[in-house]
């Protein structure tokens, strides 16, 4: 079973609190990918600009470098919503890198977005994210979740599915 796992899915949809909270219910390690974005994809996300693969590959290449480095059992938030981003990720890690998609209702994402104060990413930006979005395949180290629950009915769904 792989130890490092990347909580992804469109901006709104949970992933940073899924994470935290998979990582305190399993003593992991939890790693917030956008603190690795460059200071030039913030301020573009910042002014409502969707970021280009090419302002992604170092960013994706600092997450899977990052998870590696640590020890134990890794949980990181990232959107990850490419099948080439997700492949770019656990080449940069070096080993199996599991991904757990929180998948949901757009109106809900859309509505969790909007309550959200001093985020980078603006509503705005979500058509974007669900155009972007190939969500993960059988062939994939992947897990898709229903986030229409509550956090906790999520956790212990992860959880037992993962056997953690």
Same mark, same amino acid.
């Not at 899977?64 to 990720?89: D, E, P, W």
């Given at each position: 079973?792989?130890?490092?796992?990347?909580?992804?899915? $469109?901006?709104?949809?949970?992933?940073? !609190?899924? &994470?935290?909270?998979?990582?305190? &219910? !399993?003593?992991?390690?939890?790693?917030?990918?956008?603190?690795?974005?460059?200071?030039?994809?913030?301020?573009?996300?910042?002014?409502?600009?969707? @970021? !280009?693969?090419?302002?992604?590959?170092?960013?994706?290449?600092?997450?899977?470098?990052?998870?590696?480095?640590?020890?134990?059992?890794?949980? +990181?938030? +990232?959107?990850?919503?490419?099948?080439?981003?997700?492949?770019?990720?656990?080449?940069?890690?070096?080993? =199996? $890198?599991?991904?757990?998609? @929180?998948?949901?209702?757009?109106?809900?994402?859309? !509505?969790?977005?909007?309550?959200?104060? =001093?985020?980078?990413?603006?509503?705005?930006?979500?058509?974007?994210?669900? =155009?972007? @979005?190939?969500?993960?395949?059988?062939?994939?180290?992947?897990?898709? $979740?229903?986030? &229409?629950?509550?956090?906790?009915?999520?956790?212990?769904?992860?959880?037992?599915?993962?056997?953690?």
């Amino acid at each position: 079973m792989a130890r490092l796992f990347v909580v992804m899915g $469109v901006s709104g949809c949970g992933k940073s !609190t899924m &994470a935290k909270a998979l990582a305190k &219910a !399993t003593d992991g390690f939890f790693l917030d990918g956008d603190s690795f974005h460059p200071a030039d994809n913030i301020e573009k996300m910042r002014a409502a600009i969707a @970021l !280009t693969d090419d302002d992604r590959w170092p960013w994706l290449e600092q997450v899977g470098r990052q998870m590696a480095a640590q020890n134990g059992t890794v949980f +990181c938030a +990232c959107s990850a919503l490419k099948r080439s981003y997700r492949a770019h990720i656990s080449k940069a890690a070096g080993e =199996d $890198v599991l991904f757990i998609h @929180l998948q949901g209702a757009r109106a809900l994402i859309e !509505t969790r977005m909007r309550a959200r104060q =001093d985020h980078f990413m603006p509503p705005s930006l979500l058509n974007s994210q669900f =155009d972007t @979005l190939e969500v993960p395949g059988p062939d994939e180290l992947a897990y898709n $979740v229903d986030i &229409a629950h509550s956090e906790p009915q999520i956790v212990a769904h992860i959880l037992e599915k993962l056997a953690l």
